[in-house]
């Protein structure tokens, strides 16, 4: 353990917070780990730590109770590290890991995070070390879900092998155990930062985006993004003391952003929707495609549904995926055939159920039929000039039956007139088409400027 010792000491004399973070981490190859673990033993392991930290030549300027929490720290560090080569060994040996679980290494993180918490509340770690948290809280995610993984892939085995028997226990119910209790870990991150009440410039709260950030992701993968809400409201309420967005690090305003762009779509705000994602595709980095591809997957119907555009095939070329999935909607939407949307929404299903757009593509719909009413109107002609050499106007008197025949054709439905009477109200309610119905004369009557509202027509 010299060399971590040694990075320890000169992060310490700089405060340089990402450097003593990087003595915490646990992607080190195999033979490091083992070097780290066999450096002592269980019995004399705390001495060792507390030896080295004192010798490592910062060991008398740090107070005695500082020392003391970073032994823990390491301590801990240094049990995960023998539960990871457990597993590795255990892996490599045997093909599978027998003699060890994600479970334990999770466990033994999670003492490590614990320990972390532990010195900023008891031993006075100072705020430019956070990025240690950082390193504790990713990891500690990632840990999770393998422990997750492992457990369900257990369990199906034992199901398997036990299927004529029948209990009341619900293995759904611990499908994401780990995950679900790293968010509470997770949580005490977040409150730790928070509730600082130091300086701003020696504040933790400079961890604070980092973390909601880790929980946003946490609590998406466990399919309650609803429970992010909360981390918003806490966030809302202790921004009077909090430095802004923009002093984060670009990284953590874009996913910032995203997140909080994602959770007004989930909730059917989409121009706030929109106003997030747009700054977060803006702060984007050029290279980032995934991430791009990821804002885009929620921009796209949102600007279908704020300003009924849709996207270019320019926009979409480096992101084979997107254009699968929108382009046949889009190409359908701007021709007005309903029967092919239909079919299009349909195909992509479950795609577009996994990534929570499905609900909001099918409101597309109203702007295939809106386009397709609008090319009944363009096949209307124009009205005879009441004076010669007058402007021309567009027949703003449209029989029922025309947009009933155009609307069965891209439906392939056959419709009555009631029916097709709802659904122009509708269109005309939603402010897609301008004008009234004459039921009487069974006529649709057109406003004469800007039938079809930012269509030009």
């Known amino acids: 353990m010299d060399t971590i010792f040694k990075q320890f000491a000169e992060a310490q004399v700089k405060c340089l917070g990402y450097d003593l973070s990087h003595t915490l981490s646990p992607d080190l190859s195999h033979e490091n780990l083992r070097a780290v673990f066999k450096s002592c033993n269980a019995h004399d392991v705390k001495t060792v730590i507390k030896r080295g930290i004192q010798n490592s030549g910062v060991g008398g300027s740090l107070p005695k109770e500082e020392v003391q929490g970073w032994v823990e720290v390491y301590h801990a560090y240094w049990k995960a590290v023998g539960e990871l080569l457990a597993i590795q060994e255990s892996s490599t040996a ?41 390193v504790a809280g990713r990891h500690l995610r990632v840990f999770a879900i ?122 059917e705000n989409y121009v706030e929707a929109e106003k997030h994602l747009t700054t977060a595709w803006d702060m984007c980095h050029k290279d980032a495609l995934k991430n791009k591809e990821l804002i885009l997957t929620y921009l796209v ?12 095939h320019k926009l979409l070329e480096p992101y084979p995926r997107l254009q699968k999935l929108f382009l046949p909607l889009s190409r359908h939407i701007k021709k007005g055939e309903l029967h092919a949307f239909d079919l299009a929404l349909q195909g992509g299903e479950d795609e577009f159920v996994k990534r929570r757009i499905y609900l909001t593509l ?23 000039p009441k004076a010669e050499g007058g402007k021309q106007v567009r027949k703003s008197r449209i029989p029922i039956t025309e947009f009933a025949a155009a609307i069965s054709l891209g439906s392939q439905e056959t419709l009555d007139n009631d029916e097709v009477e709802c659904l122009l109200a509708n269109m005309i309610y939603k402010n897609l088409m301008k004008g009234y119905i004459a039921r009487e004369r069974g006529m649709v009557v057109l406003s004469k400027s800007g039938a079809f509202p930012g269509t030009g027509i």
């Open 94 to 134: 045997n093909g599978k890991s027998s003699n060890s679980s994600w479970s334990s290494i999770y466990e033994s993180w999670k003492e490590l995070l614990s320990a972390l918490i532990r010195g900023y509340l008891t031993y006075g770690f100072e705020a430019w070390t956070i990025p240690c948290l950082y």
């Open 146 to 267: 393998r422990a997750d993984t492992e457990r369900s892939n257990n369990m199906s085995v034992e199901s398997t092998a036990e299927a004529n028997f029948e209990d009341d226990f619900n293995p759904e119910s611990e499908k994401n155990q780990m995950l679900e209790d790293c968010a509470r870990q997770l949580n005490r991150v977040f409150n730790l930062c928070l509730s600082d009440r130091a300086p701003i410039e020696h504040s933790r709260k400079w961890g604070i985006y980092y973390v909601i950030n880790l929980l946003f992701k946490t609590y998406f993968k466990l399919n309650s993004a609803s429970l992010s809400k909360n981390i918003l409201k806490a966030l809302s309420a202790g921004r009077g003391d909090m430095p802004a967005l923009i002093s984060f690090p670009k990284s953590q305003q874009v996913t910032f952003k995203y997140y909080e762009g994602v959770l007004c779509f989930l909730e």
């Open 362 to 384: 099918e409101r597309g719909r109203d702007i295939a039929l809106r386009n397709l009413l609008r090319k009944v109107f363009i096949a209307g002609g124009f009205e005879e």
């Open 301 to 312: 119907p949102c600007h279908l549904l704020t300003t009924h555009t849709l996207p270019s």
